[in-house]
């Protein structure tokens, strides 16, 4: 029995060999790890949304990756690995790809994962009925087939070098073709995935518990038996809970808690620079903000470097308008643009507004530093001229009545693992939440191009093109971005921060020695 | 006018009296001058001064952006207190006049508007006033008309126990037998003999009311960042406690004192305007 497990995880591992290391699981730490115990981990902002493909949030992503798989995941070093699809392989010019799935995973009624479950899961994603967040972002797919039971081939309507990637996007789940042709309403309360754990309880704004998936497709995992997710209503109750060891682990620490909860004994601190930012949306169609001067004129009332000092608590790095930093791989500098006041005031003028313009700006009261920066803001930009009045709403009223709706107001967003990502997320005219309307032609065109190039110096330079573009013109202000920061026990074993902010690899999490014993 | 006079030289001389109305005068001063008598510019950063303990430069220290708190507190004062007076002003006038007709018709009419009177007040005056900021939306005028309709079933209790005792007095029976209408026995025969009750009530529930607008400015719905609203500033300082607790005390001593000022005045004016009390 033995020996057959050991030889089955070692044929797992060298099909996934790359894919396993880059991971951060190499066999000798999965062996060195125990398995079992209760993992309870503490949450700023409750999951509310169950159905995978429906998603919007980082705690509901985490939910959704334990309790369901994709085809793919992604890793680390923003690469695709291995998830239901053990390996995959393009032609040559990159518009059709075949996706080898493993033969071993179930749902959690028992029913095998086939090819069909993946080809309807897809169609589901892609339906604009479904109204699946990102669904854009998974890549300009035309068509997806099944290939026998235990393979899928991906056209795509151009060449997509990204595809394997823009798959591990949160909301790309695979659900049974059943559920997906069927009641697909259902799985609003009644999960039914593949993924490493299943749920046990929910209740929504309180806690939620899964427990493990004893037939989990990854052999020894996972690792745990249970985990339990608390929420908190505000982040010090957060903090004060992982102090006082109620909690094994924090996602989510708030920059102003950081030091002194990294600092306490027996907890670790967790940093991870990230392409996680926050920004000033505008919507370019209406008064002021189609004028591109006052877009600019508020860009320069920004002293970028205060700013990350004030918001991040220094946990960051400052940002010049354009959603990348130096965590992607087509990141291209440029010297910040400097605080100047009175250069601000006087295009303000320009624009038509001598005596200064009046603005009301909204920020939801979570994340704490959405409001931060709303403040801060309006302090720098008022030699400016700039009146910015800040007006404050809790999350849900702001994601109900402001967020893609408003004009004027303050947007916080997670690393995407590509620039084509990110871009098509949010800026460019057929972007999923296209909540600046800038649509501007030239910067579709330059995404649209970069996204059909396989060549990376060329697309550089198309990525280049399209940083400069936004720095020029603003269509959001982005002027700081935030590393990610959490905490955990010293106890717990095997949890890497993802810089992506949104993966969290709960399955190879374990509890080591001086682990309460529950 | 002399009764004016006659009323502050007895509360001068009611220990309680005298101390509520020192501070409260102090207090009034703040709110009138606070804005133009604070040091600094209560918004202006002071990026190489955050968390700073009080000195010289900044009395009462500084918060997180830098900003001096003596001048935030001094600033805030207006917006809190006078909001809180507003808010009380609303119910008092409210459920003055809800009782004091209520209680002089009596019967059925009586029956009715009690009743309903009830059953607003069963329900918490801060839920009653979230409900209220739910339909209205937030800001500081609708936290203020909240707590202000939140207030008024309580007054209106007041206010009509009172009348219920003058209703009974023959210069009621005199007034009600030369033909009076009933709107001038109610304003000009009843209603100046309950306000001494009415006003003594009035004045501890200002107390309330800066408390209520604290926690509802704390909860996000009244003052909006970054004004220098107390209850505000100590709902914004929670997230940097643990770095200096200046942020916190200083509002927090700032709302507790204006509470002891409005119940200590109450007390005295309680004291000194109850014919029955003595002592004149």
């Known amino acids: ?518 | 006018m002399r009764k004016l006079f006659a009323i502050l030289g007895a509360l001068m001389r009611n220990p309680q009296g005298a101390l509520g109305l020192v501070l409260f005068l102090l207090l009034l001063a703040l709110v009138v001058l606070g804005p133009v008598l604070a040091p600094a510019d209560p918004e202006s950063f002071n990026y190489g001064a955050r968390f700073a303990a009080p000195s010289l430069e900044f009395p009462l220290g500084t918060d997180w952006y830098g900003r001096d708190l003596l001048s935030r507190v001094m600033s805030g004062a207006r917006s809190t207190v006078l909001l809180a007076l507003l808010a009380t002003g609303i119910g008092t006038v409210a459920g003055a006049l809800i009782g004091v007709l209520s209680g002089y018709l009596g019967g059925g009419a009586d029956e009715v508007v009690m009743r309903l009177n009830d059953a607003v007040m069963a329900i918490p005056g801060l839920l009653f006033a979230l409900m209220i900021i739910a339909v209205l939306g937030s800001s500081s005028i609708n936290a203020v008309i909240a707590i202000g309709i939140a207030q008024t079933p309580g007054m209106a209790r007041v206010a009509r126990s009172v009348t219920l005792q003058v209703r009974a007095l023959d210069y009621v029976s005199a007034a009600r037998a030369r033909g009076e209408p009933t709107s001038w026995i109610v304003l000009a025969e009843i209603l100046p003999n309950t306000i001494a009750p009415i006003i003594v009530e009035a004045t501890i529930r200002v107390a309330f009311a800066v408390m209520t607008l604290a926690t509802l400015s704390f909860l996000g719905l009244g003052a909006q960042p970054p004004s220098p609203e107390w209850g505000l500033m100590i709902a914004e300082a929670r997230s940097h406690l643990f770095r200096s607790p200046w942020p916190i005390i200083v509002p927090g001593a700032a709302i507790a004192l204006v509470a002891v000022t409005f119940n200590l005045l109450g007390d005295g004016l309680r004291d000194v305007l109850n014919p029955r009390s003595g002592g004149h």
């Open chain 1, 1 to 518: 029995m033995t020996k057959f497990n050991v030889s089955r995880r070692h044929l797992l591992l060298t099909g996934a060999a790359s894919g396993a290391l880059a991971l951060g699981f190499s066999p000798k730490i999965a062996h060195a790890q125990m398995a079992g115990g209760t993992l309870r981990v503490g949450l700023n902002i409750t999951p509310v949304v169950l159905n995978p493909m429906l998603t919007r949030l980082n705690s509901e992503y985490m939910l959704a990756e334990m309790l369901y798989s994709g085809l793919t995941t992604l890793g680390l070093d923003m690469s695709a690995q291995p998830d239901l699809a053990t390996e995959w392989s393009a032609n040559d010019d990159a518009t059709e790809w075949r996706f080898i799935l493993r033969e071993n995973a179930t749902f959690s009624n028992g029913e095998p994962v086939t090819s069909a479950d993946v080809v309807a899961s897809f169609k589901k994603l892609l339906d604009p009925e479904t109204a699946a967040p990102g669904s854009r972002n998974l890549g300009p797919i035309a068509e997806v087939t099944a290939d026998g039971d235990f393979a899928v081939i991906f056209r795509t309507e151009s060449p997509y070098a990204d595809l394997p990637v823009s798959l591990c996007y949160p909301t790309a789940k695979v659900i049974p073709a059943a559920i997906a042709e069927g009641d697909f309403e259902s799985l609003a309360q009644t999960p039914l995935g593949s993924g490493p754990f299943r749920m046990v309880e929910f209740s929504a704004d309180q806690r939620a518990v899964v427990e493990k998936n004893p037939d989990y497709f990854l052999d020894g995992q996972p690792l745990l038996d249970r985990v339990e997710i608390i929420t908190f209503p505000d982040a010090a109750g957060a903090g004060a809970a992982m102090l006082a060891g109620e909690i094994d682990m924090l996602l989510e620490v708030q920059p102003t808690d950081f030091a002194r909860i990294a600092d306490a004994s027996g907890i670790t601190g967790l940093r991870t620079p990230s392409g996680r930012f926050l920004d000033v949306v505008m919507d370019c169609t209406v008064e002021p903000f189609n004028d591109p001067r006052v877009r600019a004129a508020l860009a320069m009332s920004v002293d970028r470097e205060a700013m990350v000092e004030l918001v991040a608590e220094g946990y960051g790095t400052p940002g010049n308008d354009s959603p990348l930093n130096e965590a992607y791989r087509f990141y291209s500098g440029a010297p910040y643009k400097s605080y100047d006041p009175e250069g601000a005031k006087a295009l303000l003028a320009e624009a038509g507004y001598p005596d200064g313009l009046s603005l009301e700006l909204v920020a939801s009261a979570k994340p704490d530093y959405r409001s931060a920066m709303a403040v801060v803001l309006r302090e720098m930009a008022r030699p400016a001229g700039f009146d910015i009045s800040v007006k404050t709403m809790d999350h849900s009223s702001y994601l109900d009545q402001v967020w893609k709706k408003g004009s004027f107001y303050v947007g916080f967003y997670n690393m995407q693992p590509t620039e084509g990502a990110i871009f098509n997320l949010l800026f460019t005219s057929g972007a999923s939440w296209n909540e600046t309307r800038w649509n501007n032609p030239e910067f579709d065109a330059l995404i649209e191009t970069a996204d059909r190039t396989i060549d990376d110096s060329k697309r550089a330079e198309l990525y280049a093109d399209a940083q400069a573009m936004m720095r020029d013109e603003v269509p959001a202000l982005i002027p700081c971005f935030f590393d990610l920061l959490g905490a955990q026990a010293d106890y717990v074993e095997g949890y890497k921060q993802h810089p992506r902010g949104s993966n969290y690899g709960l399955h190879m999490v374990s509890l080591g020695e001086g682990a309460p014993a529950r």
